[in-house]
């Protein structure tokens, strides 16, 4: 079949054009107008049966270039019809000169901060629907922050889960260390599952030997299942568990472990502010569990931008328990309070040390 597009100014010249080179036989297989130029033109595709295209001499590369070169501006016009018709439909919603100016200026800083265009959107649609609304009770709905401490986390066992070099280990000594000094009587046992060549057990075995806390190696499923038969010896039991291996989901790992069940378990995700956005999304992919209970920020310190917080609530649905600002163990790590997780995000001001907390302690 021989398929041909016929165009003109109305349907009758183009119908009369195609009798005239076809007579009868021509079949109709579109038949539509499109504007070119403020102008109508209609445009009509018919095949005929049993006559072939006059026979072409072999396209050379200029004509195949030339020819794809010609059907880009029809490409061009339509993604670009596309691309308004999206911003059409955005636009009118992420009006930001709809809210009043302190609301503008809070949703301007905070898409610098890197937060996404999605919360954006959620916080926007929320806060033009009464002008004199404050953006904090807003956020604080998106990112909730439940402070680190027994009476929000009374579980006995707390693992800490992230990926390698986050700040795991360092984040279970210095909350064992804390607890110790709180509460000097507590039985605090601190367990490495890390198998890896890194040194982060035998610091932990070094900090549990010098601090007096229990110290427990967990190489295979029953070191698991002996440590939870041993729970009642111990008021809290912090887990360090290892960077999972690229294909490794943590949900399968804690099934593995005989974690997945009814134990008074709580999972802790620690997270670093500077990862790019798809990895955020791909961390809550592979670290996704029941057990999952919050989010714990390490190097904050080392940061220019803290949109990821806000992020990362925004699609775990996890609360922020613990904040972590400096390398050294001591005066780096403090429970989340939303006065100190929102001055991080809006002022770029470090949590200040919890002074009190440790001189009552030491
Ligand atoms: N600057 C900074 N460094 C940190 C922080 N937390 C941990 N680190 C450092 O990050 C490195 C890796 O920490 P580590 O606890 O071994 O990570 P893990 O592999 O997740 O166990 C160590 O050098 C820590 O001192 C923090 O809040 N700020
Ligand atoms: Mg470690």
Known sequence: MRVKTFRGSSTATVFAEIKAEFGDSAVIL????????????????VGVEGQEAPVQAQATRDDIIGDAMNNIPEWNQEWN???????????????LSLLAPRQRLALEYLEREGVEGK????????????PSKA??????????VCPFDNKNWPQKFHALAGPHGVGKTSTIIRLALREKKANPGARICVASADQ??????????HYADLSGLEFRDLG????????????????????????????????????????????????????????????????????????????????LDESCTYGALVNMSHESGLPVSLLSYGSGLRNSLKSAVAKDFWRLIFKHQLPENEKIEFAKAV
């Open 81 to 95: 019809q596309i691309k308004g018709h999206m911003m059409a439909l955005l636009k009118p919603q992420m009006n």
């Open 220 to 299: 295979t499923r029953e070191d698991f299942a002996t440590l939870m038969g041993e729970s009642h010896n111990f008021d809290k039991v912090f887990i360090d568990l290892p960077g999972l291996s690229a294909t490794a989901e943590l949900d399968a790992w804690l099934g593995v472990c005989g974690l997945n069940g009814a134990c008074d378990l709580a999972v802790h995700l620690v997270m670093n502010p500077y990862f790019a956005p798809a990895q955020y999304t791909a961390f809550l992919k592979k670290y996704k569990s029941v057990k999952l209970k919050s989010l714990i920020w390490t190097k």
């Open 119 to 130: 919360v954006i959107m959620s916080l926007f649609h929320e806060l033009r629907q009464d």
């Open 196 to 205: 890896g060549q890194g040194k982060g057990r035998l610091v932990l075995r």
């Open 30 to 45: 579109s038949n539509k107008s499109v504007e070119e130029s403020g102008r109508k033109i209609h445009e009509i595709m």
């Open 135 to 144: 953006i904090l009770p807003v956020l604080e709905t998106i990112a909730p």
